[in-house]
């Protein structure tokens, strides 16, 4: 069945150090990728997406992301983190070449950042 | 302020009430979604429209459900004989179709509880 996963369902870091959340994904055909954020109390933001070109592709707030094309991966990265960026994370996925933009969501990470 | 607005925020309703929610997406956005989130879960799809046509139903929509766009402009999804199963967040998004690489942006989501 067409999927996306998240490794990590919650992690724990201290400010300042470096973030990576994994998303694999199952589709074998072309894909739009895209991570939100949802802070607490607040509705899911955009933070970065990919569609074509370059697979390293920024974001708002310093994160970035890396399309894997060959490993079906789409994992989001920050090289140093802080306390605001306590938050949960989604990958999701466009399988649809953009037709509907329908979105399949992997489950969640939550994010917690020590000050 | 993503635009997308939703009514009420919280529903505490009895078991086998009906129970409407409202949806008021940005505004030039043809495309409409609803999504559903319980908790742990990432948001998963219920349906799609592309002005005031219904265009896709997921199998979680059962025939309790409705969903509707009379005029392409706001939704308003129901639940009738609502059951415990039924609590959850369910949030709309919304999108302009016919551009390529096009963001759905959500909005703020309406929590249910069913006792």
């Known amino acids: 069945a067409q999927s996306v996963s998240q490794h990590n369902h919650h992690v724990i870091l201290s400010e300042a150090a470096s973030l990576e959340l994994g998303c694999n994904y199952s589709?074998?055909?072309?894909?739009?990728l895209f991570w939100y954020v949802q802070y607490p109390g607040q509705h899911l933001q955009l933070l970065l997406k990919?569609?074509?070109?370059?697979?390293l592709v920024k974001g708002i707030k310093g994160f970035e992301a890396e399309f894997i094309k060959s490993k079906f991966s789409f994992n989001l990265r920050k090289p140093s983190v802080q306390w605001s960026d306590t938050a949960e994370y989604f990958c999701?996925?466009?399988?649809?070449?953009?037709?509907?933009?329908?979105?399949?969501f992997g489950t969640g990470t939550l994010l917690a950042v020590q000050p | 302020d993503t635009g997308v607005s939703q009514d009420p925020r919280h529903k505490i309703t009895k078991r086998g009430q009906n129970v409407t929610f409202r949806c008021d997406p940005i505004?030039?956005?043809?495309?409409l979604y609803w999504y559903r989130q319980t908790l742990g879960q990432g948001p998963e799809f219920l349906t799609y429209?592309?002005?005031?046509?219904?265009?896709?139903k997921s199998r979680l929509l059962s025939d309790r459900f409705s969903a509707e766009r009379p005029k392409g402009s706001f939704s308003t999804l129901e639940i009738q004989r609502t059951e415990q199963g039924d609590s959850a967040m369910y949030l709309c998004?919304?999108?302009?179709?016919?551009?390529?690489?096009?963001?759905?942006?959500f909005g703020e989501g309406s929590w249910l509880t069913v006792v």
């Open positions: 998004a919304s999108s302009l179709a016919g551009t390529f690489g096009n963001t759905i942006y």
């Open positions: 589709y074998g055909g072309t894909v739009n």
């Open positions: 990919y569609f074509s070109g370059d697979p």
């Open positions: 999701a996925v466009n399988a649809d070449g953009g037709a509907t933009n329908k979105l399949i």
């Open positions: 505004s030039e956005h043809n495309r």
């Open positions: 429209f592309q002005n005031e046509a219904q265009l896709e």
